[in-house]
Each structure stands twice: as structure tokens, then as C-alpha cells.
């Protein structure tokens, strides 16, 4: 083990008390493919399950892996008009497990998200039985306040590039905390406890995945 993967472990370990502290469970895998594993163990077949946009769970080889395992997967990206993706909206409302990742995590267990029109977040907060945010150990930081800094100013021009949005820091890799119609960064949700305990899911990879 490298001295980079032993640091990774030993804040998580700190991550993970202080998840337990916030009502939320902890797991830290040191691979991907662990990572994987992991998500498969959680989630008995047959159970419905849904995501938010996310590039950490494309990395990791989610999407591919979760197919003919025996669930219900509801895809948003299969919704070809309005009311089509509204209905798939209510059933990822009510779905068994909804995944994300997370745009930043504190050491002492915070989750700091910042989003568009916020139907990721809508279902963080309220909704899916159970919530899964898998992120990599490059996402941690210090505080709320750093988290969010580190989502106006890393996460989101990658994302903005990434999206093709119209957006100050999409040119400049910047927050300009702008008022553009493109603006991805409308919504603003630090998750500090559970109030349904275990709930919400964590899996700190110790790896860096997505921005």
C-alpha cells in the first residue's frame, strides 16, 4: 500500500465516524471495482433503482454492471417527451434505491451538492428508500464552505464544458456567480444529518472519479 492509499484510508475511517454520527452509513472501498461489489451486495434483485447525472458512477463501470442482475432499473435518458420524463420522475420518487455522487464531502461527514434545476437533489432529500452516493477521496474537503468553493470552481466548468452550457466559467474554469439560464449551480444543498438513519449511503473509493 502506497503512503497516498493509506492516507485515503485513514480519513475515511474519520469520514465514516462521522457519518455514523449524522445517521448516515459509511463504506470505503480502496478500488472501483470493490466499489462495485459493494453497490451489488447492498441491493437484493428485483429492487427498482434509479440515478442522478453522474460521471463517478460511469467511471466505476455502473451502469454496465447493474444490467441482467434481476432489477427494475428506471432510466431518465429513456424519456423521449415531457410527459414521459414526468412519469419517470414520480417513479424515481418512489424507487428502492436511487444513486448519485456527490460534489463534495467535509471530514466531518457533510455532503455538499450544488445543482442545475435540482431533481438530483430533490431525491437526496426526500423520496427513494434508500439513497447511494459513491464518490472519490478527491472530493473531500476541509468544510462546508470549502466544498462549496470546490464545486463552483472545479466541478462545475468541467461540467459546464462537459454540457455544452453557455456559462462564464465554462470559458474562464471560474465561478463568476453568474444569473445565466445555463447556470448549473441554481441549487444549493449541504446534508448534514439523516433523519431516517441509514437512509442515505456512503462509499468513499479511493480513487479520484469524476470532477
Not at 36 to 48: A, E, N, R, V
Not at 107 to 121: A, Q
Not at 178 to 193: E, N, P
Request: with cysteine.
Amino acid at each position: 500500500m502506497t503512503a497516498k492509499q493509506q492516507s485515503y484510508e485513514n480519513t475515511a475511517k474519520t469520514i465514516i465516524a462521522n457519518l455514523t454520527r449524522r445517521h448516515m452509513d459509511g463504506y470505503y472501498c480502496a478500488t472501483a471495482e470493490e466499489a462495485m461489489d459493494k453497490i451489488l451486495s447492498l441491493m437484493p434483485q428485483g429492487s427498482s433503482i434509479g440515478w442522478g447525472g453522474s460521471m463517478t458512477l460511469g467511471e466505476i463501470g455502473f451502469y454496465d454492471a447493474i444490467q441482467g442482475k434481476g432489477y427494475n432499473v428506471i432510466d431518465r435518458a429513456k424519456a423521449t417527451t415531457p410527459e414521459e420524463q414526468k412519469v419517470i420522475n414520480a417513479q424515481l420518487l418512489g424507487c428502492d434505491y436511487f444513486f448519485m455522487s456527490t460534489n463534495a464531502i467535509t471530514l466531518d461527514g457533510e455532503l455538499v451538492n450544488v445543482d442545475g434545476r435540482g431533481s438530483r437533489l430533490a431525491y437526496l432529500c426526500f423520496g427513494p428508500e434508500n439513497v447511494i452516493v459513491v464518490t472519490g477521496m478527491n472530493k473531500v474537503v476541509a468544510d462546508v464552505d470549502s466544498g462549496i468553493k470546490r464545486t463552483r470552481n472545479i466541478a462545475a466548468p468541467a461540467n459546464t464544458v462537459r454540457l455544452n452550457r453557455k456559462t462564464p466559467c465554462a470559458t474562464t474554469g471560474r465561478c463568476a456567480d453568474c444569473t445565466s439560464q445555463d447556470c448549473i449551480c441554481a441549487q444549493t444543498v449541504i446534508t448534514r444529518l439523516s433523519l431516517v438513519p441509514g437512509r442515505i449511503k456512503v462509499i468513499l473509493v479511493g480513487q479520484e472519479l469524476g470532477y
